[in-house]
């Protein structure tokens, strides 16, 4: 390899190390701003994430603070993961526009789709889980404690114990996109997959049950979702991974062309 080659590539990585510091701190003064613009009402946030197990607290009970600092930091921690979860799309944008110049055509076209796809999938299984899980998960645990006992949840082990949930709903919720990157990648097929449904079910059902109350109401309430979004994963791979074959030709051409064109 010449100098001038080696140079010319040393600029290239140089170029992109300074690219990729750039959208970084795009993304973190996007967070920032939004951070700040929510920490006004970090009290009111709190009480509005505390409401699922506050409306089910005894009469004459409230949440605690066992740390001296609690009060401060934990609507503290939430508005900044909240500024997080909203600076989300911003963030894949910034993802996105400095991976995409190295992607094909046909891959662009699969994966703005399944970009949006997934944002508005992990903001569902947010939503999911505050609406249907939390009312039934903290009427759960709010009603098989001693009468005797009187709950006093500390808000900061609430807080963990709500954005673990939100995590995992979230991730959960991206079934259908895993489903079909597995699929687009040749790691498996939308028949294969489809026989190993039954298999698939259990499996729901099991995670059902280590992310849910011992109800069967509140397993079902995840493990059927759950397996609803691995069938849309397999009928959307239909459709997607069959147009995605007829570009097998072009991807071909374009690799050839690239070749010819570095030589």
């Known amino acids: 390899m010449s100098q001038h080659a080696e140079t010319d590539q040393e600029q290239t990585l140089v170029s992109h190390l300074v690219e990729l ?16 613009g929510l920490f006004y009402f970090a009290n009111d946030l709190y009480e ?3 409401a699922p197990l506050t409306a089910l ?9 066992t740390d001296v600092t609690s009060p401060f930091f934990a609507p503290f921690k939430l508005t900044l993961v909240l500024a997080i979860f909203a600076a989300v ?3 894949l944008h910034q993802v996105w526009s400095f991976i995409a110049p190295g992607l094909y055509s046909h891959e662009k076209r699969l994966a703005v789709p399944l970009l949006v796809s997934s944002i508005f ?3 569902a299984g947010v939503a999911f889980a505050y609406f249907v899980v939390f009312p039934l998960i903290f009427g759960f645990f709010t009603s098989v404690g001693p009468e005797s006992v009187a709950v006093m949840t500390d808000i900061s082990s609430y807080l963990d114990f709500v954005l ?5 709903f979230g991730v959960v919720f991206e079934i259908p996109i895993a489903t079909l990157m597995l699929i687009w990648s040749g790691a498996t097929t939308a028949e294969s997959l489809a026989g190993k449904r039954a298999y698939v079910i259990v499996g729901c059902f099991v995670i059902g049950m280590l992310l849910t109350p011992p109800d069967i109401i509140s397993q079902s ?3 059927i979702p759950m397996w609803l979004l691995f069938e849309l994963g397999i009928l959307l791979s239909r459709f997607f991974v069959s147009k995605d074959d007829e570009l097998d030709d072009e991807l071909e051409n374009a690799m ?3 070749e010819n064109n570095q030589n």
């Open 21 to 36: 510091r750039q959208r970084v701190m795009r993304m973190l003064v996007v967070v920032l701003v939004i951070f700040l």
């Open 48 to 50: 509005y994430l505390s």
């Open 164 to 168: 673990k949930l939100f995590f995992a």
């Open 57 to 65: 607290l005894p009469e004459g009970t409230s949440m605690i603070a």
């Open 256 to 258: 050839a062309e690239e």
């Open 221 to 223: 309430l995840l493990a």
């Open 89 to 91: 799309p911003f963030i």
């Open 121 to 123: 999938l992990f903001y």
